[in-house]
């Protein structure tokens, strides 16, 4: 443990520098404009939606997708395996930069994917959740196909000589056993999605009032030379993950003892 003790070190270091700096450097006068302004409200309720929707909408493609690459093995589900993990292995901005080429440049009967929908998908709330939902899935996937790995499939099998379908013999025996699984993934999907940056950079872009969420609120503050204000974005951001995180995970031991 002694090397994860250093990384956590590391870890609470960032935080209380983080902390120390909005406490120590920041006048009161600008933490109190910044954190209510009209801007930065809407920047944080628009982060806490996408967030949800898209760790919803990733929980809603793993499970599925995590039980037939846990229970189907061999040669095509260790390569759909390997293509799932291309969003965590890419970088985020190439993601973001492929998602852009994909919605405007790549033809389908001589229009591209936006001309087709009328409505563009690129520099709108929808491309958030799309960059979010493109790197959140295959984490949600990884989680869940390990859930799905560690549970005996006899039980599903005796179901099944029961009479039961192979769908439900997943919705009424495996997926029960697997819930807090479920839930974990969908926690990851949601911490990623809320710090999620560079697809959205690229593919949602930020502009303020529109597209700008929480991470790319800092981003815009550095930028513009406000570390004051990028280091309460900062605070805020990292204030309502743990929060989140937190309440999941003591719901999770309270279900877990019987409460």
């Not at 920041?26 to 967030?51: H, N, Q, Y």
């Not at 309440?247 to 019987?258: A, D, N, S, Y």
Request: aromatic share 10%; charged share 15%; proline share 5%.
């Amino acid at each position: 443990m002694g090397l994860g003790w250093v990384y956590l070190a590391l870890i609470v270091g960032l935080i209380v520098a983080n902390i120390y700096y909005v406490a120590g450097e920041v006048p009161g006068k600008e933490r109190d404009f910044d954190l209510f302004s009209p801007d930065l409200v809407r920047a944080t309720w628009l982060t806490l939606v996408t967030s949800t929707v898209s760790a919803s909408i990733s929980t809603l493609i793993a499970v599925p997708t995590a039980y037939a690459l846990s229970r189907f093995s061999g040669r095509t589900s260790r390569l759909l395996e390997t293509v799932f993990d291309i969003p965590i292995l890419l970088p985020p901005l190439v993601v973001g930069f492929c998602l852009l080429l994909l919605f405007n440049q790549l033809p389908f009967g001589g229009r591209s994917i936006d001309e087709w929908l009328g409505t563009p998908v690129t520099f709108s709330v929808a491309a958030i959740i799309l960059a979010q939902v493109t790197i959140g899935t295959a984490l949600a996937i990884r989680s869940m196909r390990a859930s799905f790995d560690e549970l005996d499939p006899r039980a599903e099998q005796v179901a099944q000589t029961l009479g039961c379908s192979p769908f439900q013999a997943f919705r009424k025996v495996a997926l029960p056993s697997v819930k807090r699984g479920v839930v974990g993934a969908a926690s990851i999907a949601w911490a990623r999605s809320m710090g999620e940056f560079g697809p959205i950079v690229v593919f949602a872009g930020t502009f303020r009032g529109k597209t700008e969420v929480l991470s790319t609120s800092v981003y815009i503050e550095i930028g513009a030379g406000r570390l004051e204000s990028a280091a309460i974005v900062a605070l805020l951001q990292m204030t309502l993950a743990m929060a989140v995180l937190i309440v999941v995970r003591f719901c999770l031991t309270m279900e877990k003892e019987g409460f």
